[in-house]
């Protein structure tokens, strides 16, 4: 019998209130000190027991939609929804290796 599993890259970190590597990562490179990971993924506000996780698919790929909302960001517009796409410009840009990222919010 053939094993269906395969070995995979797998990034993690934890959000937590004061642990926020990911936001400050974010803020930092894109030099946009208002970004919000929890606000962004619109994490709920209610404090489940365990959190919630957040898992992104990166390989650095973005379509023209999303070069124009990275953009859009790099100038300080709103956006929501961009831990993804960022996750994918940072690949692109080879800051970050492609794979699967897990960011954990916890309470």
């Given at each position: 019998m053939k094993n269906p599993f395969k070995k995979e890259?797998?990034?993690r970190t934890v959000y937590r209130a004061n642990c926020i590597d990911?936001?400050?990562f974010i803020q930092k490179f894109?030099?946009?000190?208002?970004y919000r990971f929890v606000a962004d993924m619109k994490s709920?506000?209610?404090k489940p027991s365990k959190g919630i996780s957040h898992i992104f698919g990166?390989?650095?790929k973005l379509d023209d939609r999303e070069r124009k909302k990275v953009e859009e960001f790099r100038r300080?517009?709103?956006k929501t929804w961009m831990a993804r796409v960022l996750l994918n410009d940072l690949c692109r840009q080879k800051i970050?290796?492609?794979g699967e990222y897990i960011v954990d919010v916890s309470w």
């Open positions: 890259t797998i990034y990911v936001e400050e894109y030099e946009n000190p208002e709920p506000s209610i990166v390989d650095g300080g517009t709103p970050i290796k492609p």
